[in-house]
């Protein structure tokens, strides 16, 4: 990837998130010429409307931000973002049923979504929420998105105890290697925190601070 700004998914995940909100938000996607728009599932529409004619992606955040639905549940709603327009997919895992060790149910539900996003050509994320997981579990997780093969998985919603973090970004890479991309998300906030995660192997980041960051990046590469 060459083009610095388009590592972000620029992020508006506030649940108060007005019209004029999700309108200034896709502005300055586009000024900025950012990777995607991250945004809750009702948003997708108004959104893929408002970024008509251009590359930027609509991003529909899942079962957001606890994960606590039940598989048929998180694929309805994949299903429907997807029909109004979503271009990407994130969605939370079931903590409970990963503390639980039931591996075949958290396997389940990612390979259940990304064959949805699959079948229409649909980028998927996975999201762990780190915060809340042992290492050991981290790497179960990443395990099985070694067998799925999901596009992205990503260090947390932003809304949990924690973010990303550099340890969890190289311990996430050194298992997935190329077979699945990793997502930073959470906590971002300035250009030597992001530049750790890109130089720890992630290949997105998801961040409110984008504007922020890229202007810091740009005024450094005289851009």
């Known amino acids: 990837m060459n083009k610095f700004s388009k590592y972000f998914d620029h992020t508006c995940l506030k649940p108060y998130a007005t019209r004029e909100d999700m309108a200034k938000l896709c502005e300055e996607a586009k000024k900025y010429d950012f990777m995607m728009v991250a945004i809750n599932s009702t948003q997708t529409k108004l959104c893929k409307e408002l970024l008509k004619g251009t590359d930027i992606h609509v991003g529909a955040a899942i079962s957001f931000p606890l994960g606590q639905t039940t598989i048929e549940t998180k694929v309805f709603e994949t ?33 259940q979504i990304v064959d949805v996003c699959r079948k229409h050509n649909v ?8 915060c809340y997981l042992t290492n ?30 550099v340890e969890d970004v190289k311990l996430m890479k050194s298992i997935v290697k190329d077979t699945v991309k990793v997502k930073a998300a959470g906590g971002i906030r300035d250009l030597d925190t992001c530049l750790k ?24 590469h005289n851009k």
């Not at 601070?209 to 740009?218: C, G, H, M, P, V």
């Open 79 to 111: 299903k429907d973002a997807i029909a109004n327009g979503a271009d990407e997919i994130d969605y939370v895992i079931n903590i409970t049923e990963l503390k639980e060790k039931n591996y075949d149910y958290i396997k389940e539900e990612m390979t």
């Open 123 to 130: 980028i998927s994320k996975v999201i762990f929420e780190n």
């Open 136 to 165: 050991e579990e981290k790497i179960k997780l990443c395990e099985i998105a070694l067998e799925v093969k999901p596009d992205f998985i990503k260090t947390s919603t932003g809304f949990g105890t924690g973010g990303a973090t």
């Open 197 to 220: 995660m890109i130089e720890a192997g992630a290949e997105r980041i998801g961040t409110s601070s984008a504007i922020k960051i890229t202007e810091a990046y740009n005024k450094i």
